[in-house]
Nanobody, 120 residues
Framework: QVHLVESGGGLVQPGGSLRLSCAAS????????MGWYRQAPGKERELVAA???????NYADSVKGRFTITRDTAKNTVYLQMNSLKPEDTAVYYC??????????????WGQGTQVTVSS
């Protein structure tokens, strides 16, 4: 059973920073990739940032240069450092882990989500 537990959300003023954490129940190397998604009210869930097992990263265009995804393999934790936050970053942020099974299909695992609100 895979458990992903997020923390670090909250209310922040525009231009501020937050760091989200996602703690996995097992080794993060057991996943092919981990990432952060977000979903704002009335919108679809979208990828924010991801990091592969090999350490490659990718970001949504809207957060490039402001957000950074990192990992601490000793703590089985993935982080999302969010700087220069904007009101449009307001959303529920979800941790995601992907694992390839039988070389044929991916299974996605999700955390419970953490609310990030950017407002003055």
């Amino acid at each position: 059973q895979v458990h992903l537990v997020e923390s670090g959300g909250g209310l922040v003023q525009p231009g501020g920073s937050l760091r989200l954490s996602c703690a996995a129940s097992g080794s993060i190397f057991s996943f092919d990739a981990m990432g952060w998604y977000r979903q704002a009210p009335g919108k679809e869930r979208e990828l924010v940032a991801a990091i592969t097992n090999g350490g490659s990263t990718n970001y949504a265009d809207s957060v490039k240069g402001r957000f950074t995804i990192t990992r601490d393999t000793a703590k089985n934790t993935v982080y999302l450092q969010m700087n220069s936050l904007k009101p449009e970053d307001t959303a529920v942020y979800y941790c995601n882990a992907k694992k390839l099974y039988s070389g044929a299909y991916y299974v996605n695992y999700w955390g419970q989500g953490t609310q990030v609100t950017v407002s003055s």
